[in-house]
C-alpha cells in the first residue's frame, strides 16, 4: 500500500461574502507522486494550494498532511508539518533586502544550518537552475523569471517530501519552462510528491500524469492528455 503525504476528504471552501470556490474535494497525494492541478483563472487553483501547506483553512471537510491532523495539533507543532512542504509561489515572495544567495539559503538557516554550509547548498541550487553568477545581486535586479528560478531552488533546497508550485513556468518562455520541468522531474525521481498548478496545456501533453481539475466548483482527476 502507498504511503500517503496528503489526504483531503469533502474540502469546500466559501470565502465570507463572497461565492463558493469548490466543495467535496476528495483526494490523495502518495509519495512520490506526480500530478498538475488544471483549471480555468479564478477556479480555486491557488487556494487549494494554500490549503495544502496550511496557509488557508477549508469552510468544510477534513485534511491530514503525513498522517496528521492539523486541525487538532496545537500551533507550536504547525511549523514542523510546513517544513516538510516546499512552496513555489506564484508572486515568488523573495525578500528583497537578502541577496539571490541568501533567499535560497533561508529555508536551511531556519532548520539551524550553519551559514557556510547553507551557502553551499544554496550555490548548488541555483546552479542546478541556470543562475550560478547571480549570487549575490538582490531580486529587485532580476527579471520574472530569474525570480521565479530563485524561488524554485528556494523551494527545493530542503529536499521537501511534498513541492507545490503555482503557476512555475508562467513567467518563462517554453524553452526555460521545460527545463523546470525537467528540473521538478529529477526532484520527483528522488521521492518528493509534485502538485503543479497549470493552465499551460502543452505541459500535460508533453508530461502525460496525472491531473487534478477544478470546474465549476467540483474537483476531478483524471489522466492528462496523451
Given at each position: 500500500?502507498?504511503?500517503?503525504?496528503?489526504?483531503?476528504?469533502?474540502?469546500?471552501?466559501?470565502?465570507?461574502?463572497?461565492?463558493?470556490?469548490?466543495?467535496?474535494?476528495?483526494?490523495?497525494?502518495?509519495?512520490?507522486?506526480?500530478?498538475?492541478?488544471?483549471?480555468?483563472?479564478?477556479?480555486?487553483?491557488?487556494?487549494?494550494?494554500?490549503?495544502?501547506?496550511?496557509?488557508?483553512?477549508?469552510?468544510?471537510?477534513?485534511?491530514h498532511l503525513f498522517g496528521e491532523n492539523p486541525s487538532r495539533m496545537h500551533p507550536s507543532?504547525?511549523?514542523?508539518?510546513?517544513?516538510?512542504?516546499?512552496?513555489?509561489?506564484?508572486?515568488?515572495?523573495?525578500?528583497?533586502?537578502?541577496?539571490?544567495?541568501?533567499?535560497?539559503?533561508?529555508?536551511?538557516?531556519?532548520?539551524?544550518?550553519?551559514?557556510?554550509?547553507?551557502?553551499?547548498?544554496?550555490?548548488?541550487?541555483?546552479?542546478?537552475?541556470?543562475?550560478?553568477?547571480?549570487?549575490?545581486?538582490?531580486?529587485?535586479?532580476?527579471?520574472?523569471?530569474?525570480?521565479?528560478?530563485?524561488?524554485?531552488?528556494?523551494?527545493?533546497?530542503?529536499?521537501?517530501?511534498?513541492?507545490?508550485?503555482?503557476?512555475?513556468?508562467?513567467?518563462?518562455?517554453?524553452?526555460?519552462?521545460?527545463?523546470?520541468?525537467?528540473?521538478?522531474?529529477?526532484?520527483?525521481?528522488?521521492?518528493?510528491?509534485?502538485?503543479?498548478?497549470?493552465?499551460?496545456?502543452?505541459?500535460?501533453?508533453?508530461?502525460?500524469?496525472?491531473?487534478?481539475?477544478?470546474?465549476?466548483?467540483?474537483?476531478?482527476?483524471?489522466?492528462?492528455?496523451?
Amino acid at each position: 500500500m502507498s504511503e500517503l503525504i496528503a489526504q483531503l476528504v469533502g474540502v469546500g471552501l466559501h470565502y465570507k461574502d463572497g461565492p463558493e470556490v469548490f466543495r467535496g474535494a476528495t483526494f490523495d497525494i502518495e509519495k512520490g507522486s506526480f500530478q498538475f492541478l488544471t483549471g480555468p483563472s479564478g477556479a480555486g487553483k491557488s487556494s487549494l494550494l494554500k490549503i495544502l501547506y496550511l496557509g488557508l483553512k477549508p469552510t468544510w471537510g477534513t485534511i491530514h498532511l503525513f498522517g496528521e491532523n492539523p486541525s487538532r495539533m496545537h500551533p507550536s507543532n504547525l511549523p514542523l508539518i510546513r517544513q516538510k512542504v516546499g512552496v513555489v509561489f506564484q508572486e515568488f515572495k523573495l525578500l528583497d533586502h537578502l541577496t539571490v544567495i541568501d533567499n535560497v539559503s533561508l529555508p536551511l538557516r531556519v532548520q539551524g544550518v550553519d551559514r557556510k554550509t547553507s551557502h553551499q547548498h544554496a550555490q548548488e541550487m541555483l546552479e542546478w537552475v541556470g543562475l550560478g553568477n547571480y549570487l549575490n545581486v538582490y531580486p529587485t535586479t532580476l527579471s520574472g523569471g530569474q525570480k521565479q528560478r530563485v524561488a524554485i531552488a528556494r523551494a527545493v533546497i530542503t529536499r521537501p517530501q511534498l513541492l507545490l508550485a503555482d503557476e512555475p513556468t508562467g513567467n518563462v518562455d517554453d524553452e526555460m519552462a521545460m527545463k523546470l520541468l525537467r528540473l521538478f522531474e529529477e526532484l520527483n525521481g528522488a521521492g518528493t510528491a509534485v502538485v503543479i498548478a497549470t493552465h499551460n496545456p502543452r505541459l500535460l501533453t508533453q508530461y502525460p500524469r496525472p491531473h487534478l481539475e477544478i470546474k465549476d466548483g467540483t474537483l476531478t482527476k483524471s489522466a492528462s492528455p496523451q
